[in-house]
Structure formats: C-alpha cells, structure tokens
C-alpha cells in the first residue's frame, strides 16, 4: 500500500476540483479519529482529483507521521510545496515534515511562513507551538496552542492541550471530550485512559510535592557496575515510603522514576487506576506495559517529595540496579552531575520554586550553557556529524553507548553491520546493529571523535516523540563530563573533568 500511495500521488490529476465536502470530512474525522493509515488513502484520493487543494497536503502528512510511515510524509510535503507554495496548509504540511526530521530550523520558517499567509492558521499556530515547548518557552506554546484550538474546537491534539490549562474536574472533562473522538483502539486514546484514571485516582492531592526546603542540597552518586572496577552508570540510592531502598540508575534519557511491579507492591505503594501505556525504548520486541503508582514519600540524600508518581514495568530493573530515576525529577533546582567525582548538586534559583501550574518561558541560556531542545522528558543537544548540518542528539546517562542513526552516519561516512555487539534496551535486543567509520561529533563546544561508533536505526524513537533523533550521547562522552542541567532556562553545560 506505501508503494502505491506515493505513485498514485505523484501521478498527475484527475478531476480537478472533485473535492467534495463530504469526502474532506470523511478525511477528517478518519484523522482525527487516529484511523491513520485510512485517512492517509483518503487524503490520498482527494489529492489525486486535485492536487493544488492545499489543506490535503497538511491532513496527509499528519496521517502517514501519526501511522509511522515518515519517509512518504516527506515526499507527500515536497508535493504539496511544489503544487502549492503560497498556501499556508501547505507551508505547515512542509514545516510538520521537518519538524519529524528533527530540523527543526526549517519547521520554524515554514510555520512562521504559513502563518504570514494565514495568522489564522491553525496548523501553523499548532505547529509554532510545537517550536515553542521545544524552546523551553511553555507560555508561548500554550497560548499559541489555545489560539489554535479556538480556530478548531474538533481537533482532539488542540483540544487535550486545551485541556492543560484547565484544573480539576474541568480539566478531566476536556480530556473526556477528546478521547470520545479518537478511535478506541488508538494509541491515543489508551493515552488518555490512562491520564485521566490517573488524574482520577489521583483526587486533589498536590503531586510531586518538595516535603524538605528549598534550599541547595549534595548528593552522593553510586556506581551501576557489572563487577568490581567495571562502572557503566550512575546511580542514586533512593528510599519509598519511608520503608524500601532502592538503587535507581540516573537516567537522563528517562522520565520520573520507573522500578519493577515487584517493586513496588514491596514498597506498599499506591496503585493508580487500573489503566497500563506502553514503555517504549530501544529494542525490537513489543512494548511494555507500564503501570502508574503513587509513592506517599520520596527520599534521596536529605532531600524528599511527597506523593510522587512511579511507573512499572518489567525491564526498569536490572541485575545491576532496581529501577531508573530521570533528572527532570529535580527540575526546581539547577542541576548539576558530576559523572567523574560522582556528585549531585542541587542549587536553587532565586525566590521560592515555582509551583508548576502555570507555563513561564525560558530566557536565553545563561553565559557559557548550550540551548536544550526538550521533547516531553527527552533532552537533545544541537551536534554536527562530520562537519555536516545541526542534527538532534539525546543526551542519555542510561546509555553505556555512544550512537548514532544508520541513516544519519550513512549521509557521511562508511558504515558496515555488526555481527557480534548485542545492543539492548527497554524493548529487548535491536535487530540491527552497525559500525559507522571515522565520526567527529561536535556539540555544545566539544569534539568528540570517533575512529569506531556503534550504529542502529533510531526510527522507532522518532515515531514515538514525534521528532528525529540523530543519535544518543551516552556515558561514552559523559563520564568524563560535569554538566549542568538548567530546565528553567532549557539549557546545559557541559565541562569536561580532568
């Protein structure tokens, strides 16, 4: 069927001008219905009666990136920029497919070029939104959001965003009416499920709460080894409920805290609805279910938090360690890992934390920080490969390997397949796995060259954040490293350890 869409759409016309109104919303309510992979043939068909209709090329590419089929949405937004340019739902067709790509420089100018033509967009206030929360400027993207959602009341991505400025029974209700549109079976709606029994179960208890002051705190990093003199991570000794210790790898690349569901049923915690959503990773093999409870007490060094979410899921643990611990845990404080002397530092920011109900936007990164380009709990980094254009890089503490995309290495230098390295992640074992030659990564004013870098297809990623990843910057360049994570201002620093 891939084959065929694109020939059937880069064929010429049939009917110009057979679009019909009935046949656009049928389209439409497939999109947003998560029905992707129809709503692609239908968009399909209307471009063929006519290919300059340009709100088609924007309704196609959203369905062939949400039904994971990136490398047509591409060709299809070339269409739609070639039939037409002076049409904003092309431009913001053209912008969403370079957003997929990771560049997210051209997304920006294509929205913002969408929105020149049309300021009442709604796929190009959506898609500058996107830009905006990838900025770390939350305020903007909210309100850019909301616009968008006032301009398409039925579309249930704006609607759910509307829904994150409303609080409490109102904000479950919002999310209500979005999950009635999309198709039970969705990822998307399971999505919703599970928030909103979360939410539910939940009730009005403040969650993620500080319990001990606002003040700086130090805290004492402990290998993840395989054996004695063979370090891999970095891990933090973590206590729940006031009655079980675990030890969590600091995970970069990871949201919150994660453990097993063994776990947590030992640490007596509280069981948040009985909705699972899949943890996705690295890896080949289906993904897990993952389960949402609430831990009454947290406590790391002399630092706690109350009622704070933990999520389980089999593969969190492992023979080395108990579970994973993400440093957007502390986002009120500047952060601050030292992988070499094995230090967390916690300082605050001026005045008292902020309470995190209301989006602020970022400032431009503080003197001597690099922009962090955020993506939900991902943390990605602006580095060239081979003196070749900005790509997105994860920046992963969970990952005992530096990597890179196939596709990506490919684009520069010599690749071969692996046979014998085994690469695992949440998803079990990657079927594929490659050595990329003579790769120079550069980011954040460092250099980091490599004769050797291991390979393997990051798509899969892509398609769940919704964004390129070019590769992961993992322990490899990072145990040498201090970096300082500065999520008010979606920044980092990094300086290396001598």
């Not at 090329?57 to 990136?65: C, D, E, F, P, T």
């Not at 070339?78 to 049409?87: I, K, N, T, V």
């Amino acid at each position: 069927m891939k084959a065929v869409y694109i020939v059937l759409l880069l064929s010429g016309s049939i009917a110009p001008g057979a679009v019909t109104p009935d046949a656009i919303q049928q389209a439409e309510r497939e999109l947003f219905a998560a029905r992707y992979d129809r709503a692609a043939e239908l968009y399909a068909k209307l471009l063929r009666d006519d290919p300059a209709w340009a709100p088609g090329y924007y309704g196609a590419v959203r369905s062939l990136i949400g039904a994971y089929r990136a490398h047509e949405a591409y060709s299809v937004a070339e269409e739609g920029l070639r039939h037409s340019p002076e049409m904003a739902e092309a431009q913001a067709a053209a912008g969403l497919a370079a957003y997929r790509r990771g560049d997210l420089t051209t997304a920006e100018a294509c929205f913002r070029k969408a929105l020149k033509i049309n300021a009442r967009d709604a796929p190009g206030l959506s898609g500058l939104g996107l830009i905006y929360n990838s900025i770390s400027k939350f305020k903007s993207a909210r309100t850019l959001m909301t616009a968008a959602y006032r301009i398409s009341p039925g579309d249930p991505r704006l609607i759910a965003a509307w829904a994150n400025t409303l609080q409490g029974d109102e904000h479950i209700a919002a999310l209500q009416r979005a999950l009635a549109i999309y198709d039970p079976g969705s990822r998307e709606a399971r999505a919703l499920r599970v928030h909103i029994a979360r939410n539910k179960a939940a009730g009005n208890r403040k969650l993620r709460r500080l319990a001990t002051p606002y003040q700086n705190y130090q805290i004492k990093l402990v290998p993840i080894s395989r054996g004695p003199g063979q370090p891999y991570g970095v891990g933090l000794r973590v206590q729940l409920n006031q009655g079980h210790t675990v030890q969590l790898m600091l995970d970069t690349g990871a949201p919150g805290i994660s453990i097993s569901p063994k776990a947590a049923e030992k640490a007596g915690l509280e069981i948040l609805g009985d909705e699972s959503m899949e943890a996705r990773g690295i890896g080949n093999q289906k993904p897990l279910e993952a389960f949402g409870y609430l831990a009454a007490e947290v406590a790391i060094g002399d630092l706690q938090f109350a009622d704070f979410p933990v999520q389980a899921f089999g593969s969190a643990k492992s023979a080395d360690y108990d579970g994973l611990i993400g440093a957007d845990l502390f986002q009120q404080f500047l952060v601050s890992i030292d992988f070499k002397d094995m230090r967390l530092t916690l300082d605050t920011y001026p005045g008292e934390p902020r309470a995190g109900d209301e989006p602020e936007d970022a400032d431009a990164p503080p003197a001597g920080f690099f922009r962090l380009f955020r993506f939900g709990h991902h943390l990605t980094v602006h580095t060239s490969v081979n003196q070749g254009p900005l790509q997105l890089f994860l920046i992963d503490s969970g990952s005992t390997a530096n990597l890179i995309d196939t596709d990506v290495a490919r684009e520069s230098t010599k690749v071969h397949g692996d046979y014998q390295t085994v690469l695992r992640g949440i998803q079990g074992r990657a079927d594929k796995v490659a050595r990329a030659s003579q790769v120079s990564l550069v980011f954040a004013g460092f250099r980091q060259d490599n004769s050797d870098l291991l390979a393997t297809s990051l798509e899969s990623g892509g398609d769940v954040a919704g964004v390129g990843i070019a590769g992961i910057l993992g322990m490899p360049v990072l145990r040498q490293m201090k970096m300082t994570i500065d999520y008010r201002n979606g920044a980092a620093r990094f300086e290396h350890k001598k």
